[in-house]
């Protein structure tokens, strides 16, 4: 397991058997839209999965094959929260951002060959790639400050992939992300919660910059940062 010796943290993760895992020290506020858990309250654990290409059976039955891995983990399905990704989980970039007692950790996967900007015409899903986030944050969120926090990673993951030179697959414009991605964020069930965390916000702040840096380090073992296709 990988943590920090700051008592503040609330998380612990690892990397292994083509897995993701972060894990809880107590159940946590979850939103995303993760093929498993996205209508959970409440988590222990995240799960970051990797598949193989052309995986039907993960494609297709996503909610059933990501049960079965849980199970497998000996986890209850019930409480993980699980996403898919095609990249390699071995290169996940982790990245901690920190003032005074509270700290947000965001960790990211990246594949860039389903790249696409928001707005081209809708497609079929024929390509592999997508990016998969994990933004935990160490101090209890309030449902609305949740969203915001959604969306401060959403806008930081946008920031990495233009400064990359992504290009759309579809449009050939700046990317903004791809047709797959996913993102989720969490916070602590317990304590007072926060109700903001926008941009004019500490909170916000710390989210932008450690969901911006794992995304950027992820995407660098993809691409060149000077590559525009």
Known sequence: MKNSSSSALHWTWKISAHNLIIRFAEPHRVLSWASLGADAKRAETIVNHQVKPHDRNAVERPRQYLTR????LRLKPGTVVAMMT??????TAYAEARRGRLVVGAWCTAGCSN??????PATEFTHYGTINLAVVINQRLSGAAMAEALTMATEARVVAVQEAGIMSTRSRRLATGTGTDCIVVASPSSGRPQ???GKHTLLGELIGKATLRSCARALRTRVSPNTRS
């Not at 891995?69 to 497998?72: P, R, V």
């Not at 095609?86 to 290169?91: I, L, P």
């Not at 790249?115 to 081209?120: E, M, S, T, V, Y």
């Open 69 to 72: 891995l849980a199970n497998l």
């Open 86 to 91: 095609a990249a390699d989980v071995r290169k």
């Open 115 to 120: 790249a696409l900007r928001i707005g081209d």
């Open 195 to 197: 109700k903001y965390c």
